[in-house]
DNA sequence: CAACATATCAAACGCTTGTTTGAAAGTAAA
DNA sequence: TTTACTTTCAAACAAGCGTTTGATATGTTG
């Protein structure tokens, strides 16, 4: 068993003050003083530990859970379809979950939208990785001869309709007041994902056709 | 012809300067001496003819070209599917056109990010009705038995397909660098999306089943 | 214990932000 | 021209930001 010197308490109460401040304001929203203020330390304690607010933000950004949700899948032993709704179902749990262990994605979410210095790191780490991982998994599906350019739009199509519940949060908040990302709620969400994805990707099949057992 | 006294010709600078840098940095990112310097006018001169910054935005934000694009598509003589292929169309160049006769609709997709002190009207009066008339047009499509929660989420999957483009364009420029949304692109994008959302639609029809001549 | 490196802290620094001020310039009617 | 009102402007203001500083604790090592 590790014991954490003082100072190594601080910089991981630092890291989870920032993960919370970071996916809740954005980079730009989030400030210095109510990070410290929530991890209970000086205001210098930051520059200290991780150089600048930048440096923070770097060490903040996790995208461990990401790679897992995609090394299980791949692990997986389903049809293409039924790992597609996997994929949408643990996706949207990181997205949307409120207690928040993971609040990576939501931060990434947050970065999409407004480009920080990180976003680089984000997107050359983890956004792409995923955005082939997706592709992939897409191909499986309408079939190894879907053009390049058709496949990458697929991908988009999925990715938008799962952050948008992220991204436009506040915006849905006030259509619907009573709305909350209670657990039943996002299996809902998750399942009408999948099945508007999976049958918009039937009709790519080459040979157009669908059969009556799949849609069932 | 109404001639505009020398107030009123700062009064337009200044909309026009505060849409342009609001749509590209959005509210928060946008700063007062920045508008000015584009417009070409004292940084004093937001306060003294918008009383602040929020009442600059207020008075930025218009929906016109939203709701002018609903109107026309209400008046179209086409069958409902034809009127979600318009709209999208339409929908995408207002979203994506670089050009931007009418940032109305990226400083609302900017919006929903980001709260801002008035995102209350941009969802009253702009968004609201919008997930109204596409909800209806849905409807049109699907048959009128649908479930309303399934009605929103397909109108959720639409406009989430369709903003994923604009707000996540600095992470698509990172991934194809040279990536260009010139007017063929537009269009591939709105073809894709109407493709992909009829698709995903057509099984929501109460009967279920796909006739073969819909699908060419 | 003494000596050293590490970690914390209150305070301040330099900068940018939105906003205000009071004087100057411009405009229009009497 | 004089008067009254509107609009512009340079300058400053108060507040918040990320960051730095130098002193003070804290912990570790010889």
Redesign the pocket.
Known sequence: MT?L???????VRLLEAAREVFSQCG??G???????RRA?????????????????LAEALNFSALKALQSANIAADHCPEMRLRLFIKSFMLLLLDENGASRQCQMMAREMADPTPALDKIVSEAIAPLHEFLAKLIREIIGAGADEAEVRRCVYSLIGQCVFYRNSHPVLQRLRPELRYDEQEIEAIAVHIADFTLAALRIKKPAGNVSVVEQL
């Not at 989030?30 to 410290?36: D, G, K, L, M, N």
């Open positions: 014991v010197s003082s100072s190594d308490q601080t910089r980079f730009q989030a400030t210095v003083r109510e990070i410290c209970d330390a000086n205001v210098a304690a930051v520059n200290y530990h991780f150089g600048s607010k930048d440096g923070l």
